[in-house]
């Protein structure tokens, strides 16, 4: 199978920078996803990696190593709203961009 | 530009009975995806239409579920009969063509099944 290996739940304090690691099987793989996604809402797109290196967008910035099957989400200057489940979601099958979840991390912001 | 809508938003129903749900794709966008979603878990691919044809089922149980999407462009997700273990929030995203991204969800039906 394709297991997505992330953690489960998470804490960090508002202003603070927390990762959030990911962990993916490399055969046929395309490409990494991060998804936000708060209570009762869908899933939103934060990023997308194909290439090695670090993508960075605002306050998320989001890091690639294909050859370890890694990949991490930067949270900088954490905020309440960043109080989400954060997906990762592996690529596969060429054309078709099949898309594996993991479980999602629970991140909780406190003051 | 209109997201991707889903109704209803909630459906509460005994075991053995039937439920449908129906989702609107993104204008333009050719590739529909049905995912379920148990609580504590990552979205799961049910199935994926490219216009009107089947791309991937692999994971659909095809004894008590049906999707179909005749004209292209919206989708009718539909459990017969349902099961406790159904209960789940039913995601559907779409894209402009299946190499395209991201994915884009609506907001889910959630399902309990009593």
């Known amino acids: 199978g394709q297991n997505i290996d992330q953690p489960t739940e998470m804490t960090a304090t508002e202003g603070a920078i927390v990762q959030i690691n990911c962990t993916y099987q490399?055969?046929?793989?395309?490409?990494l996803f991060w998804y936000q996604q708060h209570a009762g809402e869908a899933p939103t797109f934060l990023s997308y990696?194909?290439?090695?290196g670090l993508e960075e967008k605002g306050r998320f910035s989001s890091f690639l190593s294909r050859s370890k099957g890694y990949s991490y989400l930067l949270l900088k200057e954490l905020q309440m709203k960043d109080s989400a489940s954060y997906l990762c979601?592996?690529?596969?099958?060429?054309?078709?961009?099949?898309?594996?979840f993991g479980t999602g991390t629970l991140l909780a912001v406190q003051p | 530009e209109a997201g991707v809508a889903q109704s209803p938003r909630y459906k509460i129903i005994e075991k053995r009975q039937s439920v449908a749900f129906w989702c609107n794709p993104i204008?333009?966008?050719?590739?529909l995806y049905w995912y379920q979603q148990i609580l504590g878990q990552g979205p799961k691919l049910l199935i994926q239409?490219?216009?009107?044809?089947?791309?991937?089922d692999s994971q659909l149980p095809k004894d008590r579920f049906s999707a179909e999407r005749l004209k292209g462009v919206d989708s009718t997700l539909k459990i017969q009969p349902a099961k406790l273990e159904d209960s789940a929030v039913y995601l559907c995203?779409?894209?402009?063509?299946?190499?395209?991204?991201?994915?884009?969800f609506g907001d889910g039906t959630r399902l309990s099944i009593l």
């Open positions: 979601a592996a690529s596969y099958g060429g054309a078709t961009n099949k898309l594996i």
């Open positions: 239409f490219q216009n009107n044809g089947v791309v991937d």
């Open positions: 995203a779409s894209s402009l063509d299946p190499s395209s991204w991201p994915q884009h």
């Open positions: 990696n194909v290439l090695d």
């Open positions: 490399t055969s046929g793989f395309n490409g």
């Open positions: 204008s333009g966008h050719a590739t």
